[in-house]
C-alpha cells in the first residue's frame, strides 16, 4: 500500500449519523418522563438498594393491618410519620407502577436485542465482503484488492479458527491441571 494510500485510510472519518440524534431525542425524552412519575427517586447509595428489598418484602396485608390499627388507636400515631392514607396511597403507587417497569426492563431488552441483531447484520455484510475481497485478490484482474485485503485483515484480527498446533498446545496446558485434581 502506498504512502497516499495510507494516509487516505487512516483519516476516514465516519459522519455522525442520524441514528445517533434520534437516540438522544429519545433519552432526552426518557428523561422529561421521569418529572411525570410521582414519588420517582435516584437512589443516592448502593446499599440502599438491599434496604428498599429486604423493606419491599414486608406482605402488603401487614403493611394495611398497621394502618388500620394507627386510624383506630391514637397511641400509635407517631409525629412526622405518613398518614394511614399516605401509606396506603403509597402501596396503591407501587401497585400501579410495577408493570410499568417491567414493561420498561423487557423494552430495554428489545432495544438491546435489536442494537446486536443490526451490529450482526452489519458483521455479516462485512464478513462476506472480505471473503469476496480475499478470493478476487487472488486473480489477476483484481490484484489492486491485494491492500484492502490486507488492511481488512489486520483490522479483524485474530478471529478465525485456531491452527491444530494451538489447539493442541492448549490441550496440552489443560491436561497437567486434570491431573491435579
Known sequence: MSTQEKAVSEN???PASSHSEAAQAFVDQLRR????IPHFVIPTLKSGRRTLNSLTSVPAAF???TAVARTNNVAL??????????????????EAYSPVADE???FAQFIRYSIAAAKAAAADEALNTYALARRLARRAAHADLAPHVADMRRALGNRGRRSKAAAARKGEQAAPSEEKS
Open 33 to 36: 418522563m421521569r418529572e411525570t
Open 77 to 94: 400515631v407517631r409525629g412526622g410519620a405518613t398518614t394511614p392514607a399516605e401509606t396506603r396511597d403509597l402501596m396503591s403507587y407501587g
Open 104 to 106: 420498561l426492563e423487557a
Open 12 to 14: 476516514i472519518e465516519i
Open 63 to 65: 403493611v394495611e393491618l
